[in-house]
């Protein structure tokens, strides 16, 4: 059974950084897709990056510029490094991956439980 973990939430100052990491377990296929979903309160999930096998990335456009996303050298490894954390950033962070390329598209297949990200101001 493929799990995603997700770590690295927490309490941040605007203007502060913070890196989430996510590890996948129980596959031994490398996912072609890795990346990164948020949901706010009252709001529905969104994207923020994705990342694919080959390396090309999609970002959200409120994130461009403030956050990179890469691929660890252990299989199925994904990081998000945030910068310049603004209070709107607030959200459950989510990790999800699919075996697909889904750069462009939705529907990833597997996801993780969230992490909690709060930016005050």
């Known amino acids: 059974q493929v799990r995603l973990v997700e770590s690295g939430g927490g309490l941040v100052q605007a203007g502060g950084s913070l890196r989430l990491s996510c590890a996948a377990s129980?596959?031994?296929?490398?996912?072609?897709?890795m990346g990164w979903y948020r949901q706010a309160p009252g709001k529905q999930r969104e994207l923020v990056a994705l990342?694919?096998?080959?390396?090309?990335?999609n970002y959200a456009d409120s994130v461009k510029g403030r956050f990179t996303i890469s691929r660890g050298n252990a299989k199925n490894t994904v990081y998000l490094q945030m910068n310049s954390l603004k209070p709107e950033d607030t959200a459950v962070y989510y990790c999800?991956?699919?075996?697909?390329?889904?750069?462009?598209?939705?529907?990833?297949?597997?996801w993780g439980k969230g992490t909690l990200v709060t930016v005050s101001s």
């Open positions: 999800a991956a699919d075996f697909r390329d889904r750069l462009y598209t939705s529907g990833m297949n597997y």
């Open positions: 990342i694919i096998s080959g390396g090309r990335t």
């Open positions: 129980g596959s031994i296929t490398s996912f072609n897709t």
